[in-house]
Protein backbone atom coordinates (compact mmCIF):
# COMPACT_ATOMS: atom_id res chain seq x y z
CA UNK A 1 0.00 0.00 0.00
CA UNK A 2 2.98 2.40 0.08
CA UNK A 3 2.25 5.86 2.08
CA UNK A 4 -1.01 5.44 1.96
CA UNK A 5 -3.42 4.87 4.76
CA UNK A 6 -6.16 3.15 2.51
CA UNK A 7 -6.65 0.89 -0.90
CA UNK A 8 -6.88 3.05 -3.87
CA UNK A 9 -7.49 1.47 -7.52
CA UNK A 10 -4.81 1.75 -9.56
CA UNK A 11 -6.19 4.09 -12.62
CA UNK A 12 -5.18 4.23 -16.24
CA UNK A 13 -2.85 7.66 -17.33
CA UNK A 14 -5.10 9.33 -20.46
CA UNK A 15 -8.08 8.07 -18.43
CA UNK A 16 -10.42 9.56 -15.58
CA UNK A 17 -9.57 6.92 -13.50
CA UNK A 18 -5.79 8.22 -13.28
CA UNK A 19 -7.58 11.52 -12.00
CA UNK A 20 -9.38 9.22 -9.15
CA UNK A 21 -6.69 7.44 -7.94
CA UNK A 22 -4.62 10.88 -7.83
CA UNK A 23 -7.52 12.40 -6.22
CA UNK A 24 -7.87 9.64 -3.79
CA UNK A 25 -4.45 9.55 -2.69
CA UNK A 26 -4.47 13.42 -2.26
CA UNK A 27 -7.51 12.64 0.06
CA UNK A 28 -5.16 10.10 2.23
CA UNK A 29 -2.81 12.68 1.94
CA UNK A 30 -4.74 15.29 3.61
CA UNK A 31 -6.24 13.10 6.00
CA UNK A 32 -3.00 12.03 7.35
CA UNK A 33 -1.60 15.69 7.72
CA UNK A 34 1.17 15.23 5.31
CA UNK A 35 1.50 18.34 3.45
CA UNK A 36 4.13 17.27 1.25
CA UNK A 37 2.56 13.83 0.00
CA UNK A 38 -0.27 16.46 -0.46
CA UNK A 39 1.87 18.91 -2.39
CA UNK A 40 2.79 15.99 -4.16
CA UNK A 41 -0.27 14.09 -5.03
CA UNK A 42 -1.96 17.47 -6.19
CA UNK A 43 1.01 17.63 -8.51
CA UNK A 44 0.59 13.76 -10.12
CA UNK A 45 -3.75 14.78 -9.97
CA UNK A 46 -2.44 17.94 -12.63
CA UNK A 47 -0.13 15.21 -14.68
CA UNK A 48 -3.04 13.07 -14.77
CA UNK A 49 -5.46 16.05 -16.01
CA UNK A 50 -3.09 16.37 -18.82
CA UNK A 51 -3.20 13.52 -19.56
CA UNK A 52 -6.72 13.16 -20.19
CA UNK A 53 -6.60 16.53 -21.77
CA UNK A 54 -4.26 15.50 -24.63
CA UNK A 55 -6.22 11.92 -25.10
CA UNK A 56 -9.25 14.57 -26.22
CA UNK A 57 -6.60 17.00 -28.20
CA UNK A 58 -6.41 19.56 -25.48
CA UNK A 59 -3.54 20.91 -23.68
CA UNK A 60 -2.66 21.90 -20.55
CA UNK A 61 -2.32 25.57 -20.85
CA UNK A 62 -5.64 25.43 -23.01
CA UNK A 63 -7.82 23.95 -19.84
CA UNK A 64 -6.16 26.73 -17.76
CA UNK A 65 -7.28 29.61 -19.91
CA UNK A 66 -10.94 27.82 -20.20
CA UNK A 67 -10.56 27.33 -15.94
CA UNK A 68 -9.92 30.96 -15.74
CA UNK A 69 -12.72 32.52 -18.00
CA UNK A 70 -15.00 30.25 -16.31
CA UNK A 71 -13.81 31.34 -12.72
CA UNK A 72 -14.33 34.91 -13.95
CA UNK A 73 -18.33 34.02 -15.34
CA UNK A 74 -19.09 32.41 -12.05
CA UNK A 75 -17.47 35.73 -9.59
CA UNK A 76 -20.00 37.54 -12.12
CA UNK A 77 -22.71 35.77 -11.77
CA UNK A 78 -22.45 35.79 -8.22
CA UNK A 79 -22.21 39.37 -7.99
CA UNK A 80 -25.24 39.93 -10.24
CA UNK A 81 -27.05 37.45 -8.28
CA UNK A 82 -26.35 38.70 -4.64
CA UNK A 83 -24.33 35.71 -4.45
CA UNK A 84 -27.01 32.95 -4.88
CA UNK A 85 -25.21 30.70 -6.97
CA UNK A 86 -26.53 29.55 -10.44
CA UNK A 87 -23.44 28.65 -12.32
CA UNK A 88 -23.51 25.44 -13.38
CA UNK A 89 -26.72 24.64 -12.54
Known amino acids: MGFHNRPI???TYGELSKVRE???E???AEAQGQDLMLLLE???ILGAVEG???KYGFSLDQLRAYSTKRS???VASLELTGGKS???A
Open 9 to 11: TKG
Open 26 to 28: AED
Open 22 to 24: ELE
Open 52 to 54: VAK
Open 86 to 88: TYG
Open 42 to 44: LAD
Open 72 to 74: AIA
